[in-house]
């Protein structure tokens, strides 16, 4: 949830700066990204009990989304120009701390 938010921190920064520190704001998210992963892939399947090993391959299959969110950016950087396009990746990062929130809720009540 930490770095969710502060991957969409990053990109908001990057959003409304230029120069190095837009720079070093959205190569900000990469490091946030890489860090969430392990989080993402443990919760997703937290709490399957026998359906885990159905989730987790489900899981593996959707990292297709990173194969379409970049022509998705790529797309509108050409309509709206490459700066602004990074509103791709503030979404994807509230959607991953909606997520975080999300599944916290889950998991206490299951506890």
């Known amino acids: 949830m930490v770095f969710g938010l502060l991957g969409v921190i990053a990109m908001l920064i990057g959003l409304i700066t230029t120069g190095n520190i837009a720079i070093y704001a959205f190569m900000s998210g990469g490091l946030f990204c890489s860090i969430m992963w392990p989080c993402i892939f443990s919760l997703s399947v937290s709490g399957l009990g026998r359906y885990t090993s159905q989730g987790s391959a489900f899981l593996i299959m959707m990292i297709l989304g990173g194969g379409i969110i970049p022509p998705l950016q790529g797309k509108l950087a050409d309509i709206i120009g490459i700066h602004p396009s ?24 299951q506890a």
């Open 86 to 109: 990074y509103i791709i990746p503030v979404l994807c990062f509230a959607y991953l701390t909606f997520f975080a929130v999300r599944v916290k809720g889950i998991l206490k009540s």
